[in-house]
Structure formats: C-alpha cells, structure tokens
C-alpha cells in the first residue's frame, strides 16, 4: 500500500515582553516561585486585565511577517477549564476574532496566528518511598509563568512529511528570532510544539483520521515523533484497521507514542467574549507604523548578502538562517574584507566546533575582531590553514590571542628561503636516491623530499615554497 502523510502545526510562542500580557508582573525567568505575581494574574475576584500594547504590536510584527491577513478588529475570549494552574478557571484566550489569519510560510500555509495567557508550571514532588516511611504525594504550583504572554501560530495542514515539519519549526525560529520577539528557546518553554498527523492511502480522496502529539520538547522530538506516528498509522491501516482518532504523549526516553485521551473525553471550552477586556481595533496608520519598524528577514538579507558580498547562494542561506551568525558573519567583514574566507571559516569550523561542543550562536565568545585576526595570519601564510585550524581551537580553550598562541607554540611557518635553503640541502645530501629518482623523471620522489623538508622544519615550512625550491635546486 501507498500512503500520503498529513501533518499539521501548533507552535505556541512565548513574547518576551517585560511584563505579562494583562498587568505589570515580570516575565523574567528563572525568579523564586510566586514572586512575580499580583491579584490580575493570580485570578483573584474583583481584578480587571488591561492589555499590554507591546504584545499586540510583536504579533502584529510577526503577521506581516507571515503574509498573514491582519484583524481590524480583535477579541479576547475566555476559554473555560479547570486546572490548578490556571487560577480563574477559564484562560483569556482569542477565538473567532485572531489578530491574524490566512498567512503564508514559504510554501505552508498559516491559518491563524491569536494571543493567549500562559498558565502557572506545576511541579510535582517524588519522594523515595523507603520501607519505614511513606512520604505524602504532592504538587506546587507556581503562577510567575501565568499571564505571560502567547502567540499561537496554527499551520494548515500543508506539511507532508516529518523533516518538512522539521524545516517548517527551523524558518519560523528564525523569523522570531530576526523580528527579536521572542526568546525561542524550547528547554525554557517560550517555544512549544503541538503536532496533529493523518495517514491515508495515496489514491483516496479523504483525509485519514487525525491524531494529535503533544510533550515533544525539542525540534528533533517533533519530527521523531512524526515519524514514529506515520509508521504506526501505515501500520495500523496495513493490517486493515482503523486509526483512532485520539490525543497521543510523545515519550522522548523510549521513543514511542503514547495514549492520552480519546475524543470521548475531549474538552468543551464553552468559549464566550471576554467581557473585562474591549474589542481592539487595529488601524491601517498602527499596521504601517509597525512596518517600518520591521527588521530585515532571513530572506531578504539572503538576497543582499549574494549581491552585496558576491558569496554563493548556499552561504548566503547557511549564513542568514540565524540571525547571529548573520550578525557575526557582517562585523568580521568590518576587520577583514574577504566574505568568501569569512564564510568558509564560519561554516566549516565555526559551525563544526558549536555542533560538537553544542553550544549557540548566543554563547560562541569569541570576538570578531580576534577571530579575523586569526583568519589575517593564515591569509599572510604566516601559519598554514592547518595550523590556523588548530590555533582556532586554542583561542577558543584558553581565551588567548591568535598571535599569543603562534608565539608561544613556535607556530610561525618558515618562509624564509634562505633559512629553507639550508634544510633542504642536507635533505637532498641525505637522500640521493630519491633524488636520482626526480632527476629520471619520477615526480614522486619529489613528494617525498618535500615531505622529508616538512618533517626537519616539523611542518612550520610552506610547502608550495618548498617544492619550488626543490625544481630549482635540482633542476641544475
Ligand atoms: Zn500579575
């Protein structure tokens, strides 16, 4: 049997706006539990909400990013649930009034982009469970997070294949990251995933039943969540059954999906306007003010990096898909115009050394200036791009300059032929065999003074150089 793969989107993105969406409280992570709170967000009776203009104006930003159509007029709705992290029982949410809808992202399209409140984080104790004792089950709960602020950016179901879902996460990480909205990091939580995927047989006309993925906590975890489901699905439709349409945990130990709930137990939001907060109306002036506070995106300045720097379209895509290394990659060329080594540097070894070490583009430390200084020595042949490799790796262990290291090591390589004339003297002394052997036309054997040369100077001489001296002195 053929199948086809359909995938959906929900990613919900936290703003990082300094206070919360509906009063003053901080959003800063990280603070002592229930220290950033106050009677709006902790849902106490007689409190009124008071939208926060700044959270408005991000999801507008990243609207007009996404092509999307923009509300002129907006509306919160509640949407009514008990949990004990969520103070009100109900959350602020949007409904049939988003602030924007029918969008674009390259190729997929986005149904609908609206604001909501996050809830507060639960934490639930452990305790050992020993033979005296049987310690009481409980859970904390802490509200800093409620009130943040949420942009949910729903996609259609456009996305056919798990590393498309994948790519689809990665380009709007970017463009958040770019319009500077929003931290986008997935272990903090201010980037969240929720996945629905269907499978069918290629020639049917209808979608397959739709299940829905939740707790995947990384971009990989989504697609391996993706793909563990369509397999499951193909599975399930192979033996001749039905899919069930349900709610699914992803477990990221074990690598499978797990049951969650069944549509029998679906929730019914009741949702109804909020009736605290007024409808907001969002003008064509306020729309063209935001646009001109637009940044560059990723796209654009893909584009004036070919023509601008006259690197290939690859770099130029590797090199603006993170807004850092973009940044990074323009201030190197302020010390040292040559775009093409700059961007073989950072792609190659750059790149290399944050994969192994896994580290960001946020914490790579190492100056612009520093590393094109770096890059200066090897363009000079002061060190050959071996060495320089090498000494990139040491600037970035021990915190020294570029020339430090190349002084202390002895690094600088021999470029002077009068120095290398002497070494290659007793070179060709010691081997006269292979010399007859150039001298009858074996080139080889050159190869193998040059390395003879190399090992005597331990590897400081430049080789092109050396060579060349070798022709001459044994050309005669
Ligand atoms: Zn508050």
């Not at 063209?288 to 690197?311: A, C, D, N, T, W």
């Not at 807004?323 to 990074?328: L, P, V």
């Not at 052997?437 to 050159?446: C, H, R």
Request: aromatic fraction near 8%.
């Amino acid at each position: 049997m053929k199948f086809k793969t359909v995938i959906g989107l929900e990613v919900h993105l936290q703003l990082n706006t300094k206070s919360k969406i509906f009063c003053a409280c901080s959003t800063k992570f990280g603070a002592p539990p229930n220290s950033q709170t106050c009677a709006v967000c902790l849902g106490l009776p007689g409190s009124l909400p008071v939208l926060n203009a700044e959270v408005l104006n991000k999801a507008i930003k990243l609207c007009l990013a996404l092509n999307c159509e923009i509300a002129d007029e907006t509306r919160f709705d509640r949407k009514n649930y008990f949990y004990p992290d969520l103070p009100k029982g109900y959350q602020i949410s949007q409904y049939d009034k988003p602030v924007g809808f029918d969008g674009r992202l390259d190729e997929i399209g986005i149904t609908r982009i609206h604001l909501e409140e996050d809830a507060g984080k639960l934490i639930h104790n452990s305790p050992k469970v020993t033979e005296n004792s049987s310690p009481s089950l409980f859970s904390l709960v802490d509200y800093n997070r409620a009130g943040t602020p949420l942009l949910e950016i729903v996609s259609e179901p456009d996305i056919n294949s798990p590393e498309q879902a994948y790519d689809y996460l990665l380009v709007l990480k970017s463009i958040s990251k770019y319009l500077e909205i929003s931290d986008c990091n997935m272990e903090e939580g201010s980037l969240r995933c929720d996945a629905n995927i269907s499978i069918n047989t290629v020639d049917s006309k209808e979608l397959g039943t739709k299940v829905e993925l939740k707790n995947m906590n990384s971009f990989r975890g989504v697609q391996k969540a993706l793909e563990y489901e369509r397999k499951r699905q193909e599975e399930v439709l192979e033996r001749g059954e039905r899919v069930i349409q349900e709610t699914r945990l992803w477990d990221a130990a074990q690598e499978i999906t797990l049951t969650m709930r069944s549509k029998e137990e679906a929730n019914d939001y009741r949702y109804f306007p909020e009736p605290d907060l007024p409808h907001f109306f969002i003008s064509e002036e306020m729309i063209e003010r935001i646009k001109v506070e637009m940044p560059e995106l990723p796209k654009q300045r893909q584009k004036r990096f070919i023509s601008q720097y006259g690197i290939p379209e690859y770099d130029a895509s590797v090199l603006t898909s993170e807004k850092k290394m973009a940044d990074y990659f323009e201030q190197c060329l302020k010390f040292f115009n040559k775009p093409k080594i700059v961007s073989n540097w950072l792609m190659r070894d750059v790149l290399n050394f944050l994969k192994i070490e896994k580290i960001d583009w946020e914490d790579f430390s190492l100056a612009p200036q520093d590393f094109t200084d770096l890059l200066k020595t090897v363009e000079v042949k002061e060190i050959s791009i071996n060495m320089g490799r090498e000494v990139f790796l040491e600037m970035l262990k021990t915190n020294k300059k570029a020339g430090d290291i190349i002084a202390e090591k002895g690094l600088a390589q021999v470029n002077d032929e009068r120095e290398l004339a002497a070494i290659i003297d007793k070179v060709i002394q010691a081997n006269s065999k292979s010399v007859k052997d150039f001298q009858s036309g074996k080139e080889k054997a050159l190869m193998f003074l040059v390395g003879q040369v190399m090992r005597e100077t331990k590897g400081k001489a430049n080789a092109a150089v050396v060579q060349k001296l070798l022709r001459e002195r044994l050309r005669c």
